[in-house]
């Protein structure tokens, strides 16, 4: 399967403990994103990378939040201190952006719950 | 970011053709029109993107008005695996690369 794909796809965690959700884009492509969903709601763009730089960040992404992309391949999303309100799915997608719009291909998202 | 106006839902038969609408009434001479769709427990899709002229590909047709201020995205036998959430997104050359996503509308398919 050469797809997104995201690490773990459930992860129930308590309040004020710290969670990291892993991405793999599509090899060759170098922008990745990542997108948060509530229920009844369509995604919310979080962050964005292009190779290893983040370019992009959403005022949603609070001091808690971290998002990394070492060498430009895999990224990392680390909630610290969780909360209830960080319940979400949260998408990744990767695109192959080099002139005009690159289409993104998202991942299947992690679930988390936070009790 | 340009805004874009969908019913929240709309209901299709089997194997007849479907036209989901979108209103972006302020969209920009650099806005291109996009289609996502969402199927449940998945993450979006592409559909398919147009500027001004009328796009087909092998998933669907997007017919964009002449003044730009809507567009409808049409699906021309709709089957089971078509039910989903249709995202109608406008993004500007040059400009972020996020994807700014509505409600949608969610598309029922009966049998």
């Known amino acids: 399967d050469t797809g997104v794909s995201q690490n773990p796809r459930h992860k129930i965690t308590k309040r004020g403990q710290n969670v990291t959700f892993r991405c793999d884009p599509i090899?060759?492509?170098?922008?990745l994103y990542w997108y948060r969903q509530t229920l009844g709601q369509g995604p919310e763009f979080l962050t964005y990378?292009?190779?290893?730089?983040?370019?992009?960040k959403s005022r949603l992404l609070s001091d808690r939040f971290s998002a990394e992309r070492p060498k430009g391949s895999f990224s990392t999303l680390e909630i610290q201190r969780t909360e209830q309100g960080d319940s979400a799915m949260y998408l990744c997608a990767s695109s192959l952006g080099d002139r005009g719009f690159g289409e993104q291909y998202f991942g299947p998202g992690t679930r988390l719950t936070v009790t | 970011d340009a805004k874009t106006t969908q019913p929240n839902s709309m209901e299709s038969n089997e194997e007849e053709p479907v036209h989901l609408p979108c209103n972006h009434s302020t969209i920009s001479g650099t806005d291109y029109i996009h289609w996502y769709r969402q199927l449940p427990s998945q993450g979006p899709e592409y559909v398919i993107h147009g500027l001004t002229s009328n796009v087909n590909n092998r998933m669907a047709s997007l017919a964009i008005a002449e003044d730009r201020k809507s567009s409808t995205l049409i699906l021309h036998r709709a089957t089971l695996r078509d039910a989903a959430v249709y995202y109608c997104?406008?993004?500007?050359?040059?400009?972020?690369?996020?994807?700014?996503f509505g409600k949608g509308t969610k598309l029922t398919v009966n049998p």
């Open positions: 090899s060759e492509h170098n922008r």
């Open positions: 997104i406008l993004r500007t050359q040059g400009g972020s690369e996020k994807l700014v």
């Open positions: 990378f292009q190779n290893e730089a983040q370019l992009e």
